[in-house]
C-alpha cells in the first residue's frame, strides 16, 4: 500500500491512515446459491475477485493502558472506507462445471462489476478493514508507546 496519507493524534488517541493499493486479490473457496443482479447462481469451487487501484481511508480509535510501567495502546473500533477503480469476478466451476453457463455469469459480472462492487461494497470495507487494525494491533501490542516515539 502507497500511503498519501498517515498521521497519529496521541490525543485524540486516533490513527489515520490511506492510500491506494495497485492490486487487492482475493482468491479463496467459494458456495454460492443465490442471486446476482437477478440471476441465479449457483457453485462451488475457486474464485478470483481483484480490484484495481483500490483506495483505502482507514481510522482508528484507541485508549491508553499502562504495563509494567509502560503505555500502550489498545483499539476500541476501526473505520474503514474503499474505493475501487475497477473490480474484476471470476469463479471457477459454476452450474457444476457447465462451461459456457459459467464463462457467461463471469462475464455478466464482468461487464456489470459497477453494481456488484456496490453491493459488496460494506463486506470488502470489512475485509480491509481487518487487515489494517491487524497490522496495526502488531505494532501496538509488540512495544510501548516509549519504545516508538520520544515521550515524556
Not at 483500490?54 to 480509535?61: G, H, M, N, T
Not at 474503514?80 to 474484476?88: L, N
Not at 475485509?127 to 516508538?148: A, D, H, N, P, Q
Request: proline letters at 1%; one cysteine or more; hydrophobic letters at 35%.
Amino acid at each position: 500500500m502507497k500511503f498519501d496519507h498517515f498521521e497519529l493524534d496521541f490525543d485524540k488517541k486516533v490513527l489515520s491512515a490511506s492510500g491506494v493499493i495497485p492490486r487487492l486479490e482475493f482468491k479463496c473457496h467459494y458456495n454460492l446459491d443465490g442471486k446476482i443482479l437477478l440471476l441465479a447462481i449457483k457453485g462451488e469451487g475457486n474464485s478470483n475477485i481483484t480490484l484495481a487501484n483500490c483506495y483505502a481511508k482507514y481510522r482508528s480509535f484507541y485508549e491508553e493502558f499502562t504495563k509494567n510501567g509502560e503505555t500502550f495502546y489498545k483499539k476500541l473500533r476501526t473505520e474503514t472506507e474503499t474505493t475501487a477503480d475497477r473490480w474484476y469476478f471470476h469463479f471457477d466451476n459454476l452450474f457444476d462445471g457447465n462451461k459456457e453457463l459459467g464463462d457467461n455469469i463471469n462475464l455478466v459480472m464482468n461487464d456489470n462489476w459497477k453494481e456488484i462492487a456496490d453491493e459488496l461494497q460494506p463486506e470488502y470495507n470489512e475485509i480491509v478493514g481487518r487487515i489494517m487494525t491487524s497490522v496495526s494491533e502488531k505494532i501496538w501490542l509488540k512495544k510501548s508507546l516509549e519504545e516508538y516515539f520520544d515521550r515524556e
